[in-house]
């Protein structure tokens, strides 16, 4: 049902968001491919994404039947930027999406140039940077749509799966409206052809309460992640999260990457300290994506932080000396 729980939550998400519009629907994967079609993208056309992030992002792509077009990430913000996509551009590109991958903002300045120039939608990926910002604005409400995710485990998370759509254009945020809910511009009556992903009450019930929690939750987890930084930096091979210095970075996940991964890994994991991979396989060597035709080689970057990557333990909630205990586990693993 499209009830007052979930009203009350697209009016202060929106608010929060800085964005005049927002629109809840079932999940992240629905959120992006909505944007996607409020934007026209369908057959034919071409859509530039990372070449690392999550399958998600590509699935939603693939979903419209346009072309998904990768291309390569900083190697040090894992974000993409304009440098990275200009070359990709072609007659067919009908919209970017770059992902605020782990937390912070990518470079949209120059992004949405694109937009202004070339009239390339910019549809962003903001499921894993609820809170974050670009020169001072909050993600999610820069580009022409913004879409993202409140599965559980994200900074702000439901108690199931749970999406939404916020933008300022009052025309994307109609369709998305009407192509959430079967297409009904009124009951019962289609005037496009629709899917049925609306949030429900109970979430976005859940949801409501949180986001009031949201900013102090993201101000733990930067100062877990500044305790990071400080107890790591310099030891052994480590590549530290680099924030660029007009992103702000809200620590969804706090990943380091080093050529011994795998072993630090296993030795964390026989010290009863969990960590995770985001992500273990890039989106063009998974094998239910063969069909596109990718192979092994052609993103090397993308390749590179796959091998590489490892998220340490961060949630509100956890102590400084919780921290601690990870970082001298980890230095004693590299005999510092």
Known sequence: ???KELSGFEDEYALFSNTAYCIGVGNGLDALYIAL????????DEVIVPSHTFLATWLSVIRTGARVVPVEPDPFTYNINKQSIDAAITEKTKAVIPVHLY??????TSLMDLKRLRGIAIIEDNAQAHGATWNGKITGGLGDIGATSFYPIKNLGALGDAGALVTQNGD?????RHYRNYGFESKNLADIEGVNSRLDEIQAAVLRIKLKYL????????????SYLQSLKGVADIQLPHSHPQATHVYHLFVI???RRNELQSYLASHQIETGIHYPVPPH????????????GEFPVAESIADGVLSLPLWPGMEVSDVEFVCDSIRKFFGY
């Open 37 to 44: 079609k409020a934007c026209g993208v369908g057959p034919g």
């Open 285 to 296: 060597l998974q094998k239910g994506l063969h069909h596109l035709g990718f192979r092994k």
């Open 215 to 226: 900013a102090s939750w993201n101000d733990e987890r930067v100062k877990l992640a500044t």
């Open 257 to 259: 990457r080093t050529d």
């Open 1 to 3: 049902m499209l009830g």
């Open 103 to 108: 937390g912070q903002a990518c470079e949209m």
């Open 172 to 176: 994307l945020a109609q369709y998305a």
